[in-house]
């Protein structure tokens, strides 16, 4: 049963997603209907040269301006400024991050929110790394980088969580805002911080298992700069934390 007082509102942030966004949109939409939540979309989309920005107006169209909100930015300006931003504009008490290559499956939504009101959590994390969670389409290099930079953040930084690296969270919406004002990161470390920042205030922690399956259109952008960028933002976080 939905309460009227909780809205969701959906971060996408998107670089050349035009092959994979209009079925997120089409998922969302679907598992939010099943569950009667009131909520948006808000598309974060930072100039994409592929037309996403175009498939996201057409979207709009298709589904209403109060559902699916443009929120565009002239240029790449990363991951953590698109939450940012994307907070700014959000009218939800609650948030939910994810990634808009389909590797985060809406299916998960409703234990998100389930998992959110059965212990009041500040923050639900979805764990590839926890429960019957998993990774699927990755090749070993990437699962060992992936472990590799959970297990160092975990000896390093005891979290309390999990899967750090995950993007794939549901926020009070108070919370998170509090959480990117105080969040010095960019890029893939950015989720780590999120989670670092919201041990260290006291904010409650609950977990969803996820199955997380590699991208099915485009280019993965972990490469190996992401990769020492990463490295340096755990040895950054370590020494302020």
């Known amino acids: 049963f939905a309460s009227p007082w909780r809205k969701y509102s959906v971060l996408l942030p998107t670089y050349n997603e035009r092959e994979n966004l ?5 998922l969302l939409v679907k598992y939010f209907g099943e569950t009667g939540y009131n909520y948006e979309i808000i598309v974060i989309d930072d100039g994409s ?3 996403t920005l175009e498939v996201a107006e057409q979207l709009q169209k298709i589904y209403g301006q109060d559902k699916i909100l ?3 930015r002239a240029s790449k300006l990363g991951l953590g400024t698109a939450y ?3 907070v700014k504009h959000a009218t ?4 939910f991050i994810m990634d808009a290559d389909l590797s985060h499956h809406p299916k998960f939504i409703p234990e998100f929110i389930e998992k959110q009101k059965e212990g009041d959590y500040d923050l639900v994390s979805g764990t590839r790394y926890g429960g019957n969670g998993g990774v699927y389409g990755w090749d070993l290099r990437r699962k060992l980088i992936s472990r590799g930079a959970n ?10 969580a999990s899967d750090l690296t995950g993007s794939f969270r549901l926020y009070k919406k108070k919370v998170l805002e509090n959480l990117v004002e105080r969040c010095v990161s960019k890029g893939y470390v950015f989720q780590m911080e999120l989670i670092i920042r919201a041990r260290q205030l006291n904010y409650t922690i609950g977990e969803v298992p996820i199955s997380f399956v590699d991208r099915v259109y485009g280019e993965s952008k972990l490469g190996g700069s992401e990769i020492l960028s990463f490295t340096k933002g755990l040895l950054t976080l370590f020494a302020t934390t």
Not at 151 to 160: A, I
């Open 22 to 26: 209009p079925l997120i949109v089409w």
């Open 49 to 51: 040269p592929d037309g």
């Open 70 to 72: 443009l929120r565009p």
């Open 84 to 86: 940012i931003h994307g």
């Open 92 to 95: 939800g008490n609650f948030v």
């Open 151 to 160: 297990f160092l953040s975990q000896v390093l930084l005891r979290p309390g």
